[in-house]
């Protein structure tokens, strides 16, 4: 049977049809559907998890249990699960355990674009690299295979191209495969320093065994054609250079590391001149450089952004797509939403001219005008435990001028232990828990503070004013942060508090369908035309509501846009904006 599917989808069928047993992720672009999609099928247990680290060691444990087991991330997810990761390396397995990472070559939605082929070499851990959704359901199932045959763990790296692209896949039934025997072995799964040397030894002598089957294994090959360039890629990469290259001869790599050595021996002594094409670190190429030969590489290809078929014709070849018309989309500025719950917190931290230490969410779009209230994003859980250090080099004085904001599936994520960090050292920080029940910078996912699982089962609700009073923080305000002047008064007390301080901003995401539903009953907002006094005024600009912009000199809310909120007539000191039915 032949679907059409992305290469997130591909990914799921294939785990179900490699008699996947159980799956874990934290949700993240571009990876986010993979899990989405094995929740489809009912034979894989699948779960959200708080976080990466917590998905990857939960999947491991599965696997030492007998299970298949496959975690999914984001790339810079992996960085919080490469603690278990490098230890894994030295573990090895009992079922089958593939990692998926997804790589966000152009930072489409990442505060960085690392390229995780690295972390094979350093945990010294197989790595696969599809170049389609064909590839993305196939090498799965071969991860699992190369897995339970070489007792180790297996990374399948892709891309935000190979994510998201759909392609026709060759789709099979699955075939059941048994959970394995689980056999006490201290040794093998207790990693004290006694035992963890003698892994380390087993770990050097299967990559030797990997080396072999990187040389001989089917998803590494020759394509042959005209001798005179020969090209060195793998991923999304091998696609744009065979369109710009389709007369030469390829070394295609599905297994990039371990590196083939006598393969590409072979592949160079039938060309004249060799390329390699690949996305971001030379990671092809300085193994290239390792084995002694001389190649084009990095010198010619960028080491930033995603390549593209004209990128590599013009580094290349040095031509442009001569009378091919290029599609350019249409540029805007990425915006909140109207109604946003966030958008009523951070007109006020604008206002009141406050530090605001940032986090991974939506609600980093505040940086931008017109709200421009952030100050710091680096990572998840970042601002909780930046605002501290901030505050401590600062003094006392700067804690009634500086918060920290985090969303709620953040916070659960990373924020909590920074909190703990906070009280414990007897920190004097403003905490803003930002909860719109779901996570909704990467499509409205749940998580355990929403009461809901993965399929929408009920499930314990964590909830964040009793855990922030067990942490040892006094002072809690819950407020509507579409209450401006609740909003403002939960924030002075707060600033004005001696110790830490939590205030939970609590109203849900305006696209979640309940809520959704209840804001069309709302009328729709207008601007009286004759008491707005625009560029005078500009109050409700200021608060980066999509649905307001000017004109003439005047403020208009777009009636396509509005979603009936009231957040703009509590801006207006001119009561100039009232509900369409009131006009």
Same mark, same amino acid.
Request: glycine fraction near 8%.
């Given at each position: 049977?032949?679907?059409?599917?992305?290469?997130?989808? @591909?990914?799921?069928?294939?785990?179900?049809?490699?008699?996947?047993?159980?799956?874990?992720?934290?949700?993240?672009?571009?990876?986010?559907?993979?899990?989405?999609?094995? @929740?489809?099928?009912?034979?894989?247990?699948?779960?959200?998890?708080?976080?990466?680290?917590?998905?990857?060691?939960?999947?491991?444990?599965? /696997?030492?249990?007998?299970?298949?087991?496959?975690?999914?991330?984001?790339?810079?997810?992996?960085?919080? @699960?490469?603690?278990?990761?490098?230890? /894994?390396?030295?573990?090895?397995?009992?079922?089958?355990?593939?990692?998926?990472?997804?790589?966000?070559?152009?930072?489409?939605?990442?505060?960085?674009?690392?390229?995780?082929?690295?972390?094979?070499?350093?945990?010294?851990?197989?790595?696969?690299?599809? /170049?389609?959704?064909?590839?993305?359901?196939?090498?799965?199932?071969?991860?699992?295979?190369?897995?339970?045959?070489?007792?180790?763990?297996?990374?399948?790296?892709?891309?935000?191209?190979?994510?998201?692209?759909?392609?026709?896949?060759?789709?099979?039934?699955?075939?059941?495969?048994?959970?394995?025997?689980?056999?006490?072995?201290?040794?093998?799964?207790?990693?004290?320093? @006694?035992?963890?040397?003698?892994?380390?030894?087993?770990?050097?002598?299967?990559?030797?065994?990997?080396?072999?089957?990187?040389?001989?294994?089917?998803?590494?090959?020759?394509?042959?054609?005209?001798?005179?360039?020969?090209?060195?890629?793998?991923?999304?990469?091998?696609?744009?250079?065979?369109?710009?290259?389709?007369?030469?001869?390829?070394?295609?790599?599905?297994?990039?590391?371990?590196?083939?050595?006598?393969?590409?021996?072979?592949?160079?002594?039938?060309?004249?001149?060799?390329?390699?094409?690949?996305?971001?670190?030379?990671?092809?190429?300085?193994?290239?450089?390792?084995? !002694?030969?001389?190649?084009?590489?990095?010198?010619?290809?960028?080491?930033?952004?995603?390549?593209?078929?004209?990128?590599?014709?013009?580094?290349?070849?040095?031509?442009?797509?001569?009378?091919?018309?290029?599609?350019?989309?249409?540029?805007?500025?990425?915006?909140?939403?109207?109604?946003?719950?966030?958008?009523?917190?951070?007109?006020?931290?604008?206002?009141?001219?406050?530090?605001?230490?940032?986090?991974?969410?939506?609600?980093?779009?505040?940086?931008?005008?017109?709200?421009?209230?952030?100050?710091?994003?680096?990572?998840? !859980? =970042?601002?909780?435990?930046?605002?501290?250090?901030?505050?401590?080099?600062?003094?006392?004085?700067?804690?009634?001028?500086?918060?920290?904001?985090?969303?709620?599936?953040?916070?659960?994520?990373?924020?909590?232990?920074?909190?703990?960090?906070?009280?414990?050292?007897?920190?004097? /920080?403003?905490?803003?828990?930002?909860?719109?029940?779901?996570?909704?910078?990467?499509?409205?996912?749940?998580?355990?503070?929403?009461?809901?699982?993965?399929?929408?089962?009920?499930?314990?609700?964590?909830?964040?004013?009793?855990?922030?009073?067990?942490?040892?923080?006094?002072?809690?305000?819950?407020?509507?942060?579409?209450?401006?002047?609740?909003?403002?008064?939960?924030?002075?007390?707060?600033?004005?508090?001696?110790?830490?301080?939590?205030?939970?901003?609590?109203?849900?995401?305006?696209?979640?369908?309940?809520?959704?539903?209840?804001?069309?009953?709302?009328?729709?907002?207008?601007?009286?035309?004759?008491?707005?006094?625009?560029?005078?005024?500009?109050?409700? =600009?200021?608060?980066?509501?999509?649905?307001?912009?000017?004109?003439?000199?005047?403020?208009?809310?777009?009636?396509?846009?509005?979603?009936?909120?009231?957040?703009?007539?509590?801006?207006?000191?001119?009561?100039?904006?009232?509900?369409?039915?009131?006009?």
């Amino acid at each position: 049977m032949r679907l059409l599917l992305s290469g997130n989808e @591909a990914i799921a069928r294939g785990a179900w049809e490699a008699s996947c047993h159980v799956a874990s992720a934290y949700p993240g672009t571009p990876s986010t559907e993979i899990l989405e999609n094995i @929740a489809f099928y009912k034979e894989i247990k699948a779960e959200w998890a708080p976080n990466e680290k917590v998905a990857f060691e939960a999947m491991l444990g599965a /696997s030492i249990g007998g299970a298949r087991a496959l975690v999914a991330m984001k790339h810079v997810g992996l960085n919080v @699960a490469a603690d278990p990761l490098m230890t /894994s390396a030295y573990t090895g397995v009992n079922g089958g355990f593939v990692i998926i990472s997804a790589d966000d070559p152009g930072m489409h939605s990442s505060q960085n674009e690392q390229d995780n082929r690295i972390f094979a070499r350093f945990a010294k851990i197989p790595l696969l690299e599809p /170049s389609d959704s064909q590839e993305a359901h196939d090498f799965v199932k071969l991860a699992f295979e190369i897995s339970e045959k070489y007792d180790t763990p297996v990374i399948v790296r892709t891309t935000t191209r190979i994510s998201h692209a759909k392609g026709i896949v060759e789709v099979d039934d699955r075939k059941e495969v048994p959970i394995r025997e689980y056999r006490k072995n201290p040794e093998k799964y207790t990693m004290i320093p @006694a035992y963890a040397r003698r892994r380390h030894e087993i770990l050097e002598n299967r990559l030797e065994t990997l080396k072999n089957l990187s040389n001989s294994i089917e998803i590494n090959r020759i394509e042959e054609g005209d001798n005179e360039i020969g090209i060195v890629a793998s991923g999304i990469a091998y696609q744009y250079a065979r369109e710009v290259f389709p007369e030469a001869t390829f070394l295609k790599l599905g297994m990039p590391f371990p590196f083939p050595d006598d393969l590409f021996r072979k592949f160079s002594s039938m060309v004249k001149k060799i390329y390699v094409v690949e996305e971001l670190e030379p990671f092809i190429e300085e193994q290239i450089r390792i084995l !002694g030969f001389e190649v084009t590489g990095k010198e010619k290809i960028p080491n930033t952004g995603e390549l593209n078929p004209q990128i590599v014709r013009k580094a290349l070849k040095n031509e442009d797509l001569q009378g091919i018309p290029v599609q350019k989309s249409v540029k805007r500025p990425p915006a909140m939403c109207p109604g946003c719950p966030h958008l009523g917190i951070f007109f006020e931290l604008k206002k009141k001219r406050i530090n605001v230490m940032g986090d991974i969410g939506c609600y980093t779009l505040a940086v931008l005008p017109p709200i421009e209230s952030i100050d710091t994003t680096v990572d998840m !859980g =970042f601002s909780v435990s930046s605002v501290h250090g901030f505050n401590m080099a600062r003094g006392e004085s700067s804690a009634k001028k500086s918060v920290a904001v985090i969303g709620d599936s953040t916070f659960v994520h990373s924020g909590i232990t920074g909190l703990i960090d906070i009280v414990y050292n007897r920190g004097f /920080s403003t905490v803003i828990i930002l909860d719109n029940h779901t996570t909704a910078m990467t499509g409205h996912q749940p998580h355990p503070a929403t009461g809901r699982t993965i399929r929408g089962e009920p499930t314990k609700k964590l909830d964040f004013v009793e855990l922030a009073r067990a942490i040892g923080v006094e002072d809690i305000h819950v407020v509507d942060p579409h209450d401006l002047k609740a909003t403002r008064k939960a924030l002075k007390e707060a600033l004005n508090y001696p110790g830490p301080s939590v205030i939970i901003t609590d109203r849900p995401c305006v696209l979640l369908p309940d809520e959704w539903k209840k804001l069309q009953k709302n009328p729709k907002k207008v601007v009286d035309q004759e008491l707005c006094q625009g560029d005078k005024c500009g109050n409700c =600009f200021r608060l980066g509501c999509p649905a307001i912009v000017w004109k003439n000199g005047k403020a208009f809310i777009d009636p396509l846009l509005c979603v009936g909120c009231d957040l703009c007539i509590q801006t207006c000191p001119f009561d100039a904006i009232h509900p369409e039915d009131e006009t």
